[in-house]
T-cell receptor
Framework: AQTVTQSQPEMSVQEAETVTLSCTYDTSESDYYLFWYKQPPSRQMILVIRQEAYKQQNATENRFSVNFQKAAKSFSLKISDSQLGDAAMYFCAYNFGNEKLTFGTGTRLTIIP | EAQVTQNPRYLITVTGKKLTVTCSQNMNHEYMSWYRQDPGLGLRQIYYSMNVEVTDKGDVPEGYKVSRKEKRNFPLILESPSPNQTSLYFC?????????????FGSGTRLTVV
């Protein structure tokens, strides 16, 4: 079974600084999809970024970018110029096939003013 | 506005009293799913549906039922709730035959069973 591991339960960063959240996953597949979701205190789940495993180029969305290392099965999220509104729980997720997304246990990010 | 609507947002109930959490999407998505979120466990899939009248178990289906009689609706039924079903529940939908593009989530239902 595929598993997703987020080894950092909590992280903190100074406002305007850069922070990287780690995610590793276990799969024997070659074509799959990876995601980062943000869950602010409102508890709404918001898609931050999506990566297709067959694409070499790392996905980016404004201040959010990923470092996708396929051989290492690593999918970290970098947040540049951190803002107070970035404070949230972040979930990494994996998908192969048509059944589901498999989620990690989450990293709670605190922004220090 | 494209969205997944879940109701209620909060629910407190007693052990054994049947309840239904409703979920509706207006995006004509074929795929819908239910998850529960618990601290330290992330989100775990309860049930999913790939189309009308097609449902299947996820990772933690015990104690839950679902139905998909219409494309837009996917209610979650707890026939005899127990305290271990106290959790945050999310309904989600996705375009296509599966969640390759990620989910659109509802706003969640905080369920407490006493």
């Amino acid at each position: 079974a595929q598993t997703v591991t987020q080894s950092q339960p909590e992280m903190s960063v100074q406002e305007a600084e850069t922070v990287t959240l780690s995610c590793t996953y276990d799969t024997s597949e070659s074509d799959y999809y990876l995601f980062w979701y943000k869950q602010p205190p409102s508890r709404q789940m918001i898609l931050v970024i999506r990566q297709e495993a067959y694409k070499q180029q790392n996905a980016t969305e404004n201040r959010f970018s990923v470092n996708f290392q396929k051989a290492a099965k690593s999918f970290s999220l970098k947040i540049s110029d951190s803002q107070l509104g970035d404070a949230a729980m972040y979930f990494c997720a994996y998908n192969f096939g048509n059944e589901k997304l498999t989620f990690g246990t989450g990293t709670r990010l605190t922004i220090i003013p | 506005e494209a969205q997944v609507t879940q109701n209620p947002r909060y629910l407190i109930t007693v052990t054994g009293k049947k309840l239904t959490v409703t979920c509706s999407q207006n995006m004509n998505h074929e795929y819908m799913s239910w998850y529960r979120q618990d601290p330290g466990l992330g989100l775990r899939q309860i049930y999913y549906s790939m189309n009308v009248e097609v449902t299947d178990k996820g990772d933690v289906p015990e104690g839950y039922k679902v139905s998909r009689k219409e494309k837009r609706n996917f209610p979650l039924i707890l026939e005899s709730p127990s305290p271990n079903q106290t959790s945050l529940y999310f309904c989600a939908s996705s375009s296509g035959q599966g969640p390759f593009y990620g989910y659109t989530f509802g706003s969640g239902t905080r369920l407490t069973v006493v």
